[in-house]
């Protein structure tokens, strides 16, 4: 072996490893937020505590969840418009939501938000109650 194949294999052992290190901590970058993401579509705080402060906003149709997404960030009322898509998506109130002008707090959550914004019209097939 000579003084050049050794430098030679030292320094593709170098790289490898530092190429390896460098996808791991990627991975693991990667993977944390993908967690956290994760945990904070079930799990998102309200935009402030206690009373909060009320904003009106006015939703067109036709409604879609990015374009609502979009307003409540923008009016401060959610963090992120990707993260409320994919709670709408999962809500019991999933293509439910209608146009309209609504009233929502900075102290609600999105899950909240969404309520206050679903269909307050009867299903199909049921009636009205009238006393």
């Known amino acids: 072996m000579g003084i050049?194949?050794?430098?030679?294999?030292?320094?593709?052992?170098?790289?490898?490893?530092?190429?390896?290190?460098?996808?791991?901590s990627y991975v693991m970058k990667a993977a944390t937020a993908a967690y956290d993401y994760?945990?904070?579509?079930?799990?998102?705080?309200?935009?402030?505590?206690?009373?909060?402060r009320t904003i009106s906003i006015s939703l067109d149709d036709p409604v879609s969840a990015r374009d609502v997404g979009e307003l409540l960030e923008e009016r401060g009322?959610?963090?992120?418009a990707n993260l409320f898509v994919i709670q709408e998506l999962l809500s019991e109130n999933h293509g439910k939501l209608q146009a309209g002008i609504y009233?929502?707090?900075?102290?609600?959550?999105?899950?909240?938000m969404m309520a206050v914004m679903a269909a307050d019209a009867p299903e199909e097939g049921e009636e009205e109650e009238t006393k």
Request: glycine residues 8%.
């Open 77 to 80: 009322l959610i963090r992120d």
């Open 103 to 112: 009233d929502l707090n900075t102290a609600m959550t999105a899950e909240e």
């Open 4 to 24: 050049k194949s050794i430098i030679g294999s030292t320094v593709e052992l170098i790289i490898k490893v530092a190429f390896l290190v460098f996808a791991v």
């Open 38 to 52: 994760g945990f904070r579509v079930f799990t998102e705080e309200p935009v402030s505590q206690g009373e909060g």
